[in-house]
């Protein structure tokens, strides 16, 4: 359990004080616009969150669909989706998980993840004492994922289900928090399934994402949060696509307002190496952050008080 392994337990109360001072022992992180994932109480809190077990890339090979190569051809690309596994497949923080769920869900909360994709947010969540319900395509992915809540037994054991969103999302539960990481477009290919976004020609996957977004929202409580993390990413001319915008604008279509905006500064990792040929060839800039965007459906005071009142 995650509140044996570091300082401060579920909800930010303080067992052994943290060395960022009273923001940090109510908050775990102050609460800032830019969150920095190479300080080192981040680092150490990952650790602690590791030494669990979880292993978010296993059942996820990017690998097996040639993103290596594609990789390799497109470096400027890396890191905009966390670190990176070895068979080129990107793992989630969780520590950003357990940031997210203590600022904008209530304590035992639901939470429906419509790309689960790894482990890591399930197992977090199910740490936290929350109940989490996550969709994933393959069926690979959903077998891994529940042998890894086997072997670690969180509090509460996440919910995996295998399908397609756009129509699993019709018999989830009702969320008090919707929590998830999009595919970046066919940044990381999983599947040949034609219902893949990641599989999709660009506007196609625009499309789909947008219905998957509005089903979300619509199991989404009144006055309760939604978060997205997510990045900005090129296409094959080298030109971004805007992913971000065009997140913001499905949410927003469907009633759910920008309320929060954050970067998550991640590891300059190979970026040093590469950051000199590829700006000396291109002028592209090495992206080392991901968009972290917090909706509201809602009144985000009334969602703030559900929070202080399940914390109580």
């Excluded at 979300?216 to 949060?225: H, T, V, Y």
């Excluded at 949410?251 to 040929?277: D, H």
Aim: proline residues 4%.
């Amino acid at each position: 359990m995650i509140t044996k392994l570091y300082g401060v337990d579920l909800f930010g109360d303080t067992i052994n004080p943290s060395r960022g001072g009273i923001v940090s022992d109510r908050f775990i992180f102050p609460p800032f616009t830019i969150l920095d994932a190479k300080q080192g109480d981040w680092q150490e809190r990952k650790r602690a969150w590791s030494s669990l077990g979880i292993s978010g890339e296993i059942g996820r090979s990017a690998k097996s669909y040639n993103i290596h190569e594609w990789i390799e051809d497109n470096r400027e690309l890396i890191g905009i989706s966390g670190s990176i596994h070895g068979d080129g497949t990107s793992i989630f923080d969780p520590v950003l998980c357990e940031v997210m769920y203590t600022w904008f869900c209530p304590k035992a909360g639901q939470v429906v993840d419509p790309f689960a994709g790894g482990s890591v947010r399930g197992i977090v969540a199910g740490e936290l004492g929350m109940n989490y319900w996550g969709c994933d395509l393959r069926n690979e992915q959903i077998t891994a994922n529940n042998i890894q809540a086997d072997e670690i037994q969180p509090i509460i054991k996440p919910i995996w289900v295998c399908g397609d969103s756009l129509e699993t999302l019709e018999t989830s539960p009702i969320a008090d928090f919707i929590f998830s990481c999009p595919p970046y477009g066919d940044l990381e290919k999983y599947s040949d399934d034609p219902r893949d976004l990641s599989s999709m020609d660009y506007h196609a996957f625009i499309a789909a994402y947008r219905r998957i977004i509005l089903k979300s929202i619509i199991k989404l409580r009144n006055d309760s949060f939604a978060c997205f993390v997510v990045g900005d990413f090129r296409d094959k001319k080298g030109f971004y696509r805007n992913f971000v915008s065009e997140t913001i604008n499905a949410f927003e279509l469907c009633g759910a307002r920008l309320y929060n905006e954050a970067i998550l500064a991640t590891s300059v990792g190979s970026a040093c190496m590469r950051v000199t040929k590829q700006f000396d060839a291109s002028r592209k800039m090495a992206k080392v952050h991901q968009n972290i965007l917090v909706f509201c459906k809602g009144d985000p005071r009334k969602a703030t008080d559900k929070i202080k009142e399940a914390a109580k």
